[in-house]
């Protein structure tokens, strides 16, 4: 059996080989390593298949700074976001000054809990920021009806959720990161869909806003040589774009092989009464960024895994209120305890597109022996 891997971006890159050689030399020859015709090209595809507008920027951590910075919001509005998340979300609204406000998350799909966020609105609040964690979407329906009632934004940090769907209960869908005001994406090789190094992009549906976080992403520049906001710098390179443009073509085939996997687990660890699989809601289909399971018993058997050769990972063994960079917000422990509780209790299996069927197999079946095993 072949080494398993948490993340398998070469095996991956192996099935597209030729198209994605070849587009990378394509760029190379033509020099146009920043701002070519590629970058616009992934854009309009990857709008195509959002239905929204795109726009590509450097990282997902770009993203929601630039998101952010588009919706003009001044220092001390308060965003209510969840602790149980990547750093990234918490640190833009820390750097432009924003007050990050947590709410406590569901025990059963890692989200923020929508009874949680309204309980945290105050006067000061000016934007509400959902996580779609490990690839499953946040509750957001009823978040949205609380944006309306109190006039907030909601920006959709959809940096593991690319090509999910949220489903409204009317029974239509629209794919995460295009349901709030703003969303965000990161291509982070590991992501839903990776690029070849750092990569990401907003969405928005609001074709003005669309225009600001354009100008924003390149300097605040309308013209070229006029400036009409301060801006950052914060491009994805012709490169990136040329793999992503690739790789989006077989990215329906990669979603279907990531719930393949995740069927697999759910199938053969549903049995084990010491496991909490990962939870499935009628609001939202799942891609599987992540398949990440609770145990009380989640070191030893982190342990367990590594000895007989299955690597993964705990996303993410700290809250971020009890983060040193964050005590500033005055927090301790106990504050958010469902997240503090996932903190000692989730473990994150391999999870990618080019699992087989025998490396599940013995996956599953480590797991079993281990719970067999008298504690
Ligand atoms: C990956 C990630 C980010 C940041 O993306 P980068 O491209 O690494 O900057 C932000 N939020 C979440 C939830 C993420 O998983």
Same mark, same amino acid.
């Given at each position: ?30 020099? &146009? ?16 298949? @959002? ?21 003009? @919001? ?40 929508? /009874? ?68 965000? /994406? ?18 928005? /549906? ?16 309308? &013209? ?15 490169? &990136? ?135």
């Amino acid at each position: 059996m072949q080494t398993i891997h948490m993340c398998d971006t070469y095996g991956q890159y192996l099935t597209m080989k030729k198209e994605i050689d070849a587009a990378m030399q394509e760029v190379i020859k033509s020099t &146009q390593f920043i701002k070519s015709g590629k970058v616009l090209e992934f854009e309009k595809e990857l709008s195509h298949y @959002l239905n929204t507008h795109v726009i590509a920027c450097g990282n997902g951590t770009d993203a929601l700074q630039i998101a952010l910075m588009a919706l003009e @919001l001044k220092p001390g509005d308060e965003v209510i976001t969840t602790p149980f998340t990547f750093i990234a979300t918490v640190e833009v609204l820390a750097l432009l000054g924003l007050k990050p406000v947590f709410a406590d998350v569901d025990t059963g799909t890692f989200n923020l809990s929508e /009874n949680e966020v309204k309980k945290a609105i105050t006067t000061k609040t000016k934007a509400i920021l959902p996580v779609h964690l490990f690839g499953q979407c946040a509750h957001l329906e009823p978040m949205l009806d609380l944006a309306q009632k109190h006039h907030l934004y909601v920006v959709e940090d959809a940096c593991q959720a690319l090509g999910t769907d949220y489903i409204f209960s009317n029974d239509t869908t629209k794919k995460a990161g295009t349901i709030g005001h703003v969303g965000c /994406n990161s291509f982070f090789p590991s992501k839903n869909l990776g690029a070849f190094g750092d990569g990401g992009a907003v969405f928005t /549906n609001d074709e003005k806003l669309a225009a600001i976080v354009r100008s924003i992403a390149n300097h605040g520049m309308k &013209q070229k040589y006029q400036y009409e906001r301060i801006g950052v710098n914060s491009r994805l390179d012709s490169i &990136q774009a040329a793999v992503l443009s690739v790789k989006l073509k077989y990215f329906e085939k990669h979603i279907k092989a990531r719930r393949y996997a995740a069927a697999w687990y759910d199938e053969h660890l549903k049995k084990i009464e010491e496991i909490r699989l990962p939870e499935r809601v009628n609001y939202s289909t799942h891609t599987f960024h992540q398949y990440t399971i609770q145990t009380n018993r989640r070191n030893e058997l982190q342990q367990f895994l590594k000895e007989k050769g299955i690597p993964s990972m705990v996303y993410y063994p700290g809250v971020i209120h009890l983060q040193e960079a964050y005590k500033f917000l005055g927090h301790g422990k106990g504050d958010f305890p469902v997240s503090e509780h996932l903190a000692e209790t989730v473990l994150s299996l391999p999870m990618h597109t080019e699992l087989t069927e025998e490396q599940l197999d013995y996956i599953t079946r480590v797991i079993q022996e281990f719970f067999r095993k008298k504690n």
